[in-house]
Nanobody
Framework: VQLQASGGGSVQAGGSLRLSCAAS????????IGWFRQAPGKEREPVAT????????WYADFVKGRFSLSKDNSQNTVYLQMNSLSPEDTAVYYC???????????WGKGTLVTVSS
């Protein structure tokens, strides 16, 4: 099982980035793919999730209207489009896969997003 997150970088406030999470080794139709973030000195928090089957999504209040999820079934990849970024969005962003029923959760390595004012 592998979750490869990419797309992080440095942007100025108001800018945009698109993160990618490429998954392999999973029966994705039975998983929810989520993005989490951890800012310096803070706990990891959920940002957004998407159910691979059906595509239903959830967003944390602090990203609603700014971030959006999409997926490419042919590439087994989930995208997190992040717009109107602010310095408060600076964090390491992680993608994870959780089964729809109880089971092991998988984490990818993080990708750093830095937003300067």
């Amino acid at each position: 099982v592998q979750l490869q997150a990419s797309g992080g970088g440095s942007v100025q406030a108001g800018g945009s980035l698109r993160l990618s999470c490429a998954a392999s080794g999973l029966a994705l139709s039975t998983y929810v793919i989520g993005w989490f973030r951890q800012a310096p000195g803070k706990e990891r928090e959920p940002v957004a999730t998407i159910a691979w089957s059906g595509g239903s999504t959830w967003y944390a209040d602090f990203v609603k209207g700014r971030f959006s999820l999409s997926k490419d079934n042919s590439q087994n990849t989930v995208y997190l489009q992040m717009n109107s970024l602010s310095p408060e969005d600076t964090a390491v962003y992680y993608c994870a896969a959780a089964p729809l029923v109880d089971g092991k959760k998988y984490w990818g390595k993080g990708t750093l997003v830095t937003v300067s004012s």
